[in-house]
């Protein structure tokens, strides 16, 4: 009869360590796998499971319903693919972000919040989140804007015609306040698809148009369906005014009930399906305009910044003696297209002069001529002739169509691009690691 064995319980602990390494490297080497080649690059499971928590948070953060699991991570996989493309491409443009361009960005941010940088990264360590993660996220943002200007940016040009013509066409900008909260769903089709691709995606539209018209969840439908930046938002473009809107489908926008959903709409893209979530107006452009003059020394190799200040002091004082404002401008001012109105710059609204000297002007009574102030430009000595409030709207009107048409042709040039850019690079996926 064998005798039983005894093992020393440190051997004991040797074997269970040996087993746990062997199941951790398993596991380890699983998420270490290939789930996606992207040109000469790859994406690593680890990386996709990272890029999945973060988003399923974000999800049940927002209370949406959280879509099948196959789909969700084909969709956060679509948009990673998408993105190290674009990370390529900076690469072989030569795009870098350097650590004190990164530092000023996240500096910029901490400003908005009135907060300092300190202040800004204690905050988000105090809501559980990583500075490191936000850097890092903030530098691949940084990144894809500056591959996306330099591929798009340049091809964007807004003619005075084109605002014209907007304004003379577009009967419904008298409603230009009016603001529309949009939801968006893309069935992508390739720019060379053949004939029965492009049937089948038309066809995969119009079923998709009956199920959300018959009370599927548009959000959810986005999640799961959508081939564009947006559909891991739920297909949500939030609010816009309709020169925001692209021009594919904003004569129809204008026309939609709050709730209603678009047919699909067909551009080089794809499919189209719009949903008017809500609609909402806005107040009126009444702007503070300031009447305003000033008298500008610069300063060069002879004249430093306590002489430029001292020589503004004696004018002023010279002024407060009953001096003109006006002559000592024609006669002393370095800047000579408004020397010659006697320092006048006439009119002026939020915007039109530099924070320095608009934060000056605007604490200056009526008549009240400041102290000495620096800009970039030198030093000056201001002066308050008039404030009235008036109504902007025209000019307003013109300002704001410009820019939104040049943001809705950025918007439909990346989209197209971003397409192009998917279907002419070498994409391997391993579907049976999805």
Known sequence: MMKPIHIKKNLVAVIIGMLLLASFSGYAEQLDRIIAVVEDDVILERELEGEVTAVV??????????????????????????????????????????????????????????????????????????????????RNEI??????????????????REVEHYLETQDKFGEESTQYHLGHIL????????????????????ELVKKLRAGQDFTQAAISNSQDSNALKGGDLGWRKIADVPTLFADVVSKLSQGDITDPIRSPSGFH????????????????????????????ELVDDTEAKNRLLALKAHIAEGDDFAVLARAQSDDKGSALKGGSLDWVGPGDLVKPFEDTMSKLAINEISEPIQTQFGWHLIQVLGREN???????????????????????????????????????IYEDRL
């Open 273 to 300: 399906i719009v949903k008017l979530m809500e609609v909402k107006g806005m107040g009126s452009a009444m702007i503070t305009k300031t009447k305003v003059r000033h008298i500008l020394i610069k300063t060069n």
């Open 143 to 160: 990144i894809i804007n500056q591959v996306r200007g330099k591929e798009i940016g340049g091809r964007i040009n807004v003619s005075d």
């Open 187 to 206: 069935i992508a089709v390739k720019e060379a698809a053949s004939s029965a691709e492009i049937q089948k995606a038309k066809a995969k539209a119009d």
């Open 57 to 138: 948070k974000k999800i049940q953060a927002s209370k949406m319903e959280m879509p099948p699991w196959s789909v969700l991570r084909k969709q956060i996989l679509e948009k990673m693919i998408v993105e190290k493309l674009q990370h390529l491409l900076a690469e072989k443009t030569g795009i870098n972000i350097s650590q004190d361009m990164l530092d000023s960005a996240a500096a910029d941010i901490a400003q908005r919040n009135n907060m300092t940088p300190e202040q800004f990264k204690a905050e988000l360590e105090s809501q559980g989140l990583s500075y490191k993660d936000f850097l890092n996220n903030l």
């Open 390 to 428: 008036k109504d902007n709207s025209d000019q307003n009107k013109k300002n704001f169509v410009k820019e939104a048409i040049r943001k809705r042709k950025i918007e439909e040039e990346t989209e197209l691009w971003l397409r192009r850019l998917r279907d002419e690079s070498f994409v391997e």
